[in-house]
């Protein structure tokens, strides 16, 4: 049987951080561009609260291990997401001339750590 355009979902249609499409997950939020799904929000909200210093989210511990074993996926997904977002950051401002040293102050670390992060030299 031949698959018709009406029945293949969009492959746009997915978490912009854990990759998961549209009909694995229960709610998609969709912004100009982007989109995240029901799970990676409370992840978020989770860091954030952790940045804020309240009370963090329901505990791992009340997770069945499918569900941390799922989420560790999923949070692995994301921050190598969020580190090539990084990377083209940092090659941007490198473009524009911006020093070693003033991207390792905006990290909190020192010139020679943001360059062997970054410069993808040995």
């Known amino acids: ?45 989770g860091i954030i609260a952790e940045e804020l210093g309240s009370e963090p989210l329901p505990s791992i511990d009340d997770k069945t291990d499918e569900e941390l074993l799922d989420s560790m996926v999923r949070l692995d997904t994301s921050r190598r997401q969020v580190d090539r977002v990084v990377d083209q950051h940092v090659k941007t401002l490198r473009g524009r001339g911006v020093t070693w040293t003033r991207i390792g102050e905006a990290f909190g670390i020192s010139r020679q750590s943001a360059w062997e992060r970054f410069s993808g030299e040995e």
């Open 1 to 45: 049987m031949t698959e018709t355009k009406t029945e293949k979902k969009p492959s746009y249609l997915q978490c912009s951080f854990c990759g998961k499409h549209q009909d694995q997950v229960q709610k998609l939020v969709a912004g100009p561009g982007v989109f995240i799904c029901g799970e990676c929000i409370v992840l978020a909200e």
